[in-house]
């Protein structure tokens, strides 16, 4: 069960009444490696413990939770959506998910235009949204070698000289596809 969870591709967190992190599984450690939490989170989470307390959750919180936020190094979006457990012990789920621009590009297109191998493509992905090689590396399970191999194969492919020109081009394919 734990492979799973490490593996999703959502970051998730449990807090305690305390607002503590009792559980995180790899990727919201790397999210908290890069970021730290929206100070919303804990101003609603204090209002959803003192809710619990209360007897008022579906009261106070009768639709879902979601918090949207943007940081300063991020090209991305980032939702936060707050799941309630009452009993047996209140707690309060966070699931964290990035908007990334690469989920808004046709992948599979750019893939098979510029004949990419799939380990090239998970490669270009995490570039796409802007990881550096060290985090493409721990995400992947990848030396950072190879990370660097694999760049070095899609810049050949794609006729650029490094990761600027590279998504630029790519944003550019991905326009002439969707049109």
């Known amino acids: 069960m734990d492979f799973i969870i490490n593996k999703c591709p959502i970051g998730l967190l449990v807090l305690d009444k305390q607002l503590d992190i009792v559980y995180s599984n790899n990727r919201a450690e790397l999210f908290l490696k890069r970021y730290e939490l929206p100070a919303e989170i804990k101003i609603v989470g204090e209002r959803i413990f003192r809710a619990i307390e209360s007897d008022t959750v579906n009261v106070m919180f009768p ?66 949204d802007g990881l550096k090689n060290v985090e493409i590396a721990d995400d992947l399970a990848i030396s950072e070698q190879t990370v660097k191999d ?30």
């Open 63 to 128: 639709g879902e939770i979601y918090i949207t936020n943007r940081f300063d190094a991020s090209q991305s979006d980032w939702i936060f959506r707050l799941y309630i457990c009452e009993k047996p012990t209140p707690l309060v789920y966070v699931t964290i998910i990035e908007e990334r621009l690469s989920n808004k590009l046709e992948m599979n297109g750019i893939r098979q235009r510029f004949r990419l191998t799939r380990r090239e493509t998970d490669v270009l992905r995490r570039v796409i």
């Open 150 to 179: 694999h760049l070095s194969n899609v810049y050949m492919k794609t006729g650029v000289a490094n990761k600027l020109a590279l998504v630029r081009t790519l944003m550019h394919v991905s326009a002439e596809q969707s049109d």
